[in-house]
């Protein structure tokens, strides 16, 4: 398979491509109103308004101004990252991974239990603080956890990378897509929590149901499995390199630490009306009482935070880049033009089909931009006035947003992700495709479905 540019050249790609649009777009603007401290776009109020072209100095400065304009998110995403590098350097999650490992060993009839657990512990990960990149590693602690409970390998990813992909999807605390999305939307954080709640339990228990059937058809005939005969020439030994630790009671003190600043998270925000600043400063504070736990020392400490933040390098880069083409489509006044242009096709349509509309759109463009940081950047500044103008909440449209990055990450060749966890598995993409798109499927059609309630139900704030 060719491999497609880089999702940054992708973004300077778009940018040229909104240079030119700044040249054949008329210019106009709506008028803008402060609605409980929220600024929205004000129906009906769009007007022509003198053009401003942009040129080369916009194509260069646009990176520049897109970090400056970013700066919070951008700051907020490297703090965090660095945090979790701190905990990952513990080892309490690898630890708490190989005790259910152990467990299952001493008590195989618990088996059908396990790998539920596991994926709605995976899937809170997800759910939480946005575990992605992360299940390259965990992939060699769940594919020997699968094959040694009689399994196979593809049950062993599924555990792992589909576990959290159904918690990255449904997510309802995920400070790097719905608190992206949110921020830029002008939400609360983590703001709409009890119907993401329930979202978030349909999405994983979806997941549990497709993977446990699949795994009991397996025991009754294990030819049926698509990597049966891989699956025997299959080395545990090089597989399963991930160095053995014991569940000590220092992993321990960091899982609760990790669990007591997710809840006051929710606490704080619901209560106390913490934003952006105050999120980013418990993840510091949670990731030096992780250090303090585990004894890391300052210089081991120092160096995991910035391994943490260097991950999130990319997704910071891509932010400035997807945000320096909202500052030249803003500055060019052609992103009025486009919301009324479409708020026009869309006029008349149920909102129903709207939602739908919005969720397709997002999927199709994961695509190109396999970034769930990234493509709220770039497309929550028009979503959001959208969908005042269409009568649908902001809410909506971030969960039409979360649906669409979180679903397609599954499957997509374009991330890193799933390419990198399909080869260290050696399981061939037309392989996972095969396996993996009736369940994407099923995802999709609920995912459409709870869409709707908030548009047609209840008002979601």
Known sequence: MKKLPDTLLIIFGIMIVFI?????????????????????????????????????????QGPVRGFISAAQIIAFVFLVGGAFGVITRTGAID?????????????????????????????????????????????????????????DSITGIAVSFVGAGLGFAGAFINPFTIGVAQGIA?????????????????????????????????????????????????????????????????????LLALTAALLLLVYGVGQWGWYINEIAGLFIGLGIVA?????LGLEESVDAFK???????????????????????????????????????????????TVEIMFIFQTLLNFFVPSGSGQAALTMPIMAPLSDLLGISRQTAVLAF?????????????????????????????VWVKWFLPLFLILCAACMLMLLPPVLFFEWP
């Open 20 to 60: 030119g649009l700044t040249w054949l777009v008329p210019a106009g603007e709506f008028e803008r109103t402060v609605v409980n401290g929220r600024e929205v776009l004000v129906p009906g109020s769009y007007e022509r308004v003198e053009a401003n072209p942009q040129g080369l100095g916009a194509l260069l």
């Open 95 to 151: 630890a708490g991974l190989q005790s259910i490992i152990k467990f299952s060993e001493r008590h195989p009839k618990y088996r059908h239990w396990i790998l539920p657990v596991v994926i709605t512990l995976f899937s809170l990960a997800g759910a939480t603080f946005g575990m992605s990149e992360e299940v390259l590693v965990f992939v060699l602690i769940t594919i020997p956890l699968a094959l040694a409970l009689g399994y």
């Open 186 to 254: 002008e939400l609360p954080p983590a703001s709409g929590m009890g119907y993401r709640l329930m979202v978030w339990a349909v999405t994983t228990v979806i997941g549990i149901i497709y993977i446990m059937r699949y795994v009991l058809k397996l025991e009754k005939d294990p030819t049926l499995s698509p990597v049966y005969e891989l699956d025997q020439q299959r080395d545990l030994r090089q597989l399963g390199k991930t160095e053995h630790q014991e569940f000590t009671r220092g992993h321990r003190y960091v």
């Open 291 to 295: 250090g303090v736990i585990s004894h």
């Open 307 to 353: 391994d943490g933040a260097k991950d999130m390098l990319t997704a910071a880069l891509v932010i400035a880049m997807a945000k320096g083409l909202i500052v030249i489509a803003e500055d060019g006044k052609i992103i009025d033009t486009l919301l009324h242009t479409i708020a026009g096709l869309s006029e008349g349509l149920p909102k129903p089909v």
């Open 402 to 430: 979360q649906f669409g990055d979180g679903l397609s990450n599954l499957i997509i060749p374009t991330s890193g992700v799933t390419m990198g966890v399909l080869a260290i598995a050696k399981i061939p993409y037309n």
